[in-house]
């Protein structure tokens, strides 16, 4: 780590550092097995659904499996070679929300990392202590630099192109169950400060809570880059309604943004359907855009449905370099998230 960089007088932006986007080289993928969470049931299944997930990632990158002391025994019998069990002090297991969101120096390539404030999505559950100081411990244990920025935030709550544009919803970051008083200008700053981006770009989320998402309306259960200038935006086609609307909410956002460069988005839908998938649970996590990017690889949520398939195809269409390879998430799903939110990549 860069000796000099010193977070307490700066800010990652101002020293040189960017957030690499998700398809830029991984060092790592970081994850946290599951001990206990009111949302799951099953839990057995659920661990064996983690291990399926970490498994299928270490084929292509080094795997990091946060656990908690009491559990992690059964982490180290599921998992398999190239996925590292540490132990650590743990609440839950969603990595992508409690875990470092890294940024990388643009000349020397040092990483670090920014510590968002945490509390549990606005305080979905009370226990979160632990949690809390999940992206400073990992911090610690690498020996980077940590950001301590002044937002309430996880980070599934925003997705950057690496060239200058962040996406992100209105609905989680101007929540004041977050970052109370604070306004859309001022979290423009910051969420540039911390990341390295210069321009954000504001989708409305779920004002609403129509979805019944625990996160507020994460964006990355709504859109992503696929490359600079280019969101991909999963369509249901068989949404309710209500659900529909607020997909067009959200994509005329898109339609009507430009990014950091002064382009005009394109953007790509990825069609899905999402009836049937996790019957009447209203936490069942749907999204098929809730993937994550492996080196080589696309790691990317199945239910054992027709529609599968065809979302399977249009990644393979999207990423023709990559292996896309399907991990069924239907035990995972049922506690509101998918792999993107169990997952946290390292830049190399």
């Not at 002391?69 to 070679?81: G, I, K, T, V, Y």
């Not at 209500?242 to 460069?261: C, K, M």
């Not at 953007?267 to 049937?276: A, M, P, R, Y």
Request: net charge negative.
């Amino acid at each position: 780590m860069n000796q000099k960089t010193n977070f307490a007088q700066s800010c990652p932006a101002e020293l040189g550092y960017v957030m690499p986007a998700e398809w830029a080289p991984h060092r790592a993928c970081w994850m946290a097995w599951p001990s206990a969470h009111v949302q799951w049931e099953d839990l057995p299944a659920v661990e064996q659904g983690y291990a399926d997930v970490a498994n299928a990632i270490a084929r292509f990158e080094p795997v990091v499996m946060l656990a908690d002391p009491p559990a992690a025994e059964s982490a180290r019998r599921l998992c398999a070679a190239g996925v590292e069990v540490m132990e650590m002090p743990l609440d839950d297991s969603w990595a992508r929300d409690t875990g470092p969101s890294f940024v990388r120096h643009a000349g020397s390539g040092a990483v670090a990392g920014i510590d968002w404030r945490f509390n549990c999505w606005g305080g979905f559950t009370p226990k979160y202590q632990q949690d809390a100081q999940t992206a400073i411990r990992v911090l610690d244990h690498l020996g980077m630099a940590a950001y301590h920025s002044s937002l309430t935030l996880e980070g599934g709550a925003f997705h950057v192109d690496g060239d200058g544009t962040l996406i992100t919803t209105e609905s989680v970051v101007l929540n004041p169950n977050r970052n109370w008083g604070i306004d859309k200008q001022q979290a423009e700053i910051e969420l540039c400060r911390a990341t390295g981006a210069q321009k954000v770009v504001w989708l409305p989320g779920d004002p609403d809570g129509i979805t019944g998402d625990m996160t507020d309306g994460h964006v990355d259960g709504i859109a992503c880059f696929i490359e600079p200038g280019v969101a991909l935006f999963e369509l249901d086609r068989t949404a309710p309604p209500d659900i529909a609307a607020l997909e067009r909410e959200n994509r005329r956002a898109l339609e009507l943004a430009t990014d950091a460069r002064g382009r005009k988005l394109e953007i790509v839908d990825l069609v899905s359907e999402h009836e049937g998938l996790g019957g009447d649970l209203d936490m069942f996590c749907r999204s098929y855009i809730n993937y994550y990017l492996a080196n080589g690889a696309v790691i990317m949520p199945a239910y054992g449905v027709p529609g599968d398939a065809s979302v399977r195809d249009a990644l393979q269409a999207i990423y023709p370099e990559r292996e896309v390879v399907m991990v069924d998430l239907n035990a995972i799903a049922p506690g509101g998230g998918g792999i993107h939110c169990i997952t946290q990549q390292q830049p190399a």
